[in-house]
């Protein structure tokens, strides 16, 4: 399949493991050549055909972050791990890029909601990761890092309820159900053979603290901004959640609980109509209604809601503290000293979407998850 002299460098990094083996547990981990090309339009463009896409891949695109997209966690990762490789840096490289391929694979959603096998967890550590399971509303994506410690590399497993909100996780009856579905994973993960021993991070809130609070307020016909009626919301979903947080702790060893802050908001003003009809978007009919009744409902600006949300934090440290949960401070990083949100932290999208930028984010985030994954 390959030249002579490509032959030679791989083998070289491979300490003379049988080139057809190790393609063949590359693939069973789902990596495909024409996926890698479409992923990778410079490779594309450059003239790569899929034999020199494989080869790039396995010479150089493993340490190069570029995007990959690979099969279902974990195909095929045990299978590399057994290769072997006396190249500890190759091994631990190949096996952490073909991870995080598979990470991005939606299909992976579904298999981790059934749980993990505790062999897994066990061979992530084996090849340098350090596991841990990050749960929460879409601002989960922010703890999925592809981050190195020295020799070792953070290997998030996300379970991320898109929409899920603090204070419907202890209602049964909840349209989402997010709270009963993640009960139901935490007894899965708890009848392993051995202990479960994998730091969770748990991040719920930002839909509370955004969007939900002004919908409660309008249905009550409160359209007039008021700390007050912020503050009654804030009291009541930090207790539920308390409440949710109480039934995990029953599954799940509390020191594993890590509870998140809500992030502060960056999504701007000349926006927040717009974002917040999008995502209650259902029919026509019911869109005009909302529309029509959002134009009668104040909104603070920017600046108030970012102090509504360290309010809402306050709550959230309060009861980590009464309920011994760690409680992770993943909201001043992200502020100024007059307290606003950076501007660095929407700066690329100018306040047009509900997450912090991902990349501004980094070494804080990174920071802030190696304090509390050990």
């Avoid at 992030?263 to 717009?274: K, S």
């Avoid at 809402?312 to 001043?332: E, T």
Wanted: hydrophobic share 40%; charged share 25%.
């Amino acid at each position: 399949m390959f030249e002579r002299e490509q032959a030679g460098l791989l083998g070289d990094r491979t300490g003379g493991v049988d080139l057809d083996r190790l393609i063949a547990c590359v693939n069973a981990c789902g990596f495909d050549e024409s996926r890698y090309l479409a992923d990778n339009a410079a490779l594309q463009n450059a003239g790569f055909d899929a034999p020199a896409a494989l080869f790039h891949f396995l010479a150089h695109g493993y340490a190069e972050r570029r995007e990959l997209t690979c099969g279902v966690l974990p195909d095929g990762l045990h299978e590399i791990r057994s290769l072997a490789l006396p190249n500890r840096d190759y091994a631990v490289r190949l096996f952490c890029c073909l991870f995080f391929g598979q990470i991005k694979n939606p299909r992976t959603a579904d298999r981790l909601w059934h749980g993990i096998d505790r062999g897994f967890v066990d061979c992530l550590r084996a090849m340098g990761g350090i596991p841990y399971f990050v749960i929460g509303d879409s601002h989960a994506t922010h703890y999925l890092r592809m981050a190195w410690l020295g020799e070792r590399w953070l290997a998030a497993l996300p379970l991320v309820c898109h929409g899920g909100s603090a204070i419907d996780l202890a209602n049964e009856n909840s349209r989402s159900r997010f709270g009963p579905q993640l009960l139901q994973w935490a007894r899965t993960v708890a009848d392993l053979a051995r202990p479960f021993d994998v730091p969770v991070f748990l991040k719920f809130g930002g839909i509370d603290t955004e969007f939900l609070w002004v919908r409660r307020r309008m249905r009550k016909g409160f359209y007039q901004f008021a700390v007050a009626e912020f503050d009654d919301l804030a009291r009541e979903s930090v207790f539920r959640y308390s409440r949710f947080l109480d039934a995990l702790a029953c599954i799940v060893d509390r020191g594993l609980l890590r509870i998140c802050s809500v992030f502060p908001t960056v999504l701007g003003d000349a926006d927040w109509a717009e974002v917040f009809l999008q995502v209650h978007r259902t029919s026509p009919e019911r869109d005009r209604a909302l529309a029509h009744e959002l134009e009668k409902a104040e909104i603070p600006p920017l600046s108030t809601r970012t102090q509504l949300r360290g309010l809402y934090n306050d709550y959230l440290r309060d009861m980590c503290r009464a309920k011994s949960l760690a409680f992770v401070d993943d909201f001043s990083p992200f502020v100024d000293a007059n307290g606003n949100t950076h501007r660095r932290c929407y700066a690329t999208h100018g306040g047009r979407e509900t997450h912090l930028d991902y990349d501004a984010c980094e070494e804080p985030l990174v920071k802030i998850i190696r304090s509390f994954i050990n």
